[in-house]
């Protein structure tokens, strides 16, 4: 196998820059069967020279597309940052609006829609439900890191290969309300979320507020963004089996709209080293 592919179309000399082209086919080469390369295989799979070759990786090493464990490299987080962005948060919010209205009228409470961004997960949309209580926390903009509230941890446990050893490196002893809290515990909790299916954040961030959160999926598989309904404990908490059921069927729906078939395996990103 090599780089070329001549189904990109006829290359315009003036506004052609070979050494770009020559990156993002590099980039390339990693997939799911190849998660790391070494200099050597790059040589042989692209087809570039072994100093072409040691030069793009060095410079992709630099500006932090690849990262280095021994003679290995692999994609950093900086990638599948875009790959979240590709999904595009505007086509994502419009495919998403609908059903999050639906969710918020039915139930009353507040739903949100979050995308990872690092250790973090960002906050996209929100729809408000009739509670007159508003969560100051979680808003159109703002942002939460990946082991607190419903939505960071629907993402989290379903890419915890990828995204946990960032997320551990900053791991503070205790949540925002001063609830304790270990690498044990979080990675309870993240199991909990998958075998259950949504994620369950009791005043972790916010005291007497509560979300469950449940993931959205991509056409690959991937989980790219998070949906979570969020409100006072007192009134989710007794609902939380219809909550969570209305929870999980409109993720499903959403993941359908963008392309994801409930047949098709997920993917759980790369493993990064912590």
Known sequence: MTMA????????PKNHIASVEKAVRLLELFDDETPQLTVAEMVR????????????????????????SGEHYQLTLRVFRLAAMAVSPLHLREESRPLMSELAAHHGENVYLLVPDGPRAVCVE???????????????GKSLPLYVGGGPLALLAEREAELLPAVLENLPDTTPTG??????????????????????????????????????????GLAVAAISVG??????????????????ETASKISAKIGYQALRPRKAGPALDS
């Open 5 to 12: 592919d001549s189904s990109v179309g006829p290359v315009d």
């Open 45 to 68: 799979r692209g087809g570039y020279t072994r100093t072409t070759t040691h030069r793009l990786v060095t410079t992709l090493e630099r500006l932090g597309w690849l990262t280095r």
């Open 126 to 140: 929100c729809i408000k439900g009739r509670s007159p209580v508003q969560i100051m926390a979680m808003d159109v």
């Open 179 to 220: 609830q304790p809290q270990t690498e044990v515990d979080l990675r309870a909790k993240l199991q909990a979320a998958r075998d259950s299916g949504y994620s369950r954040s009791i005043e972790d961030v916010t005291l007497s507020v509560g979300a469950f959160g449940a993931p959205i999926f991509d056409a690959e």
């Open 231 to 248: 409100g006072l404990v007192q009134a989710l908490v007794p609902k939380e089996p219809e909550l969570a059921r209305s929870l999980k």
